[in-house]
C-alpha cells in the first residue's frame, strides 16, 4: 500500500511540475517583451559594428591625408 501512494504522489507532482513548464512556455511565448530585449540587444550589437567601423575607416582616412600631406609638401 505504502509504495502505490509513494507511485501516486510522484507521478502527481511529476504532472505538476510537467503542467507549471507547460504553462509557463506559454506565458513565455505570448510574452512579446523578450522579443523587445532580443531587438534592443541587436539594435545594440549592430550600433557597437557600426561605430567600431566608422573609427576603422576613420583611421584609414586620416592616414591617407597625411600621405597626401607629405607627398604635396615635397614638391
Known sequence: MA???EKTTTRTATQ??????????QR???DRTASNA??????????AAIILAVSQ?????SALYVQ??????SF
Open 16 to 25: 505538476a511540475f510537467l503542467r507549471r513548464i507547460g504553462e509557463n512556455a
Open 3 to 5: 509504495m502505490t501512494l
Open 57 to 61: 575607416l576613420g583611421d584609414a582616412v
Open 68 to 73: 597626401v600631406q607629405n607627398a604635396v609638401s
Open 28 to 30: 513565455f511565448a505570448c
Open 38 to 47: 532580443i531587438e534592443y540587444a541587436l539594435l545594440t550589437f549592430i550600433a
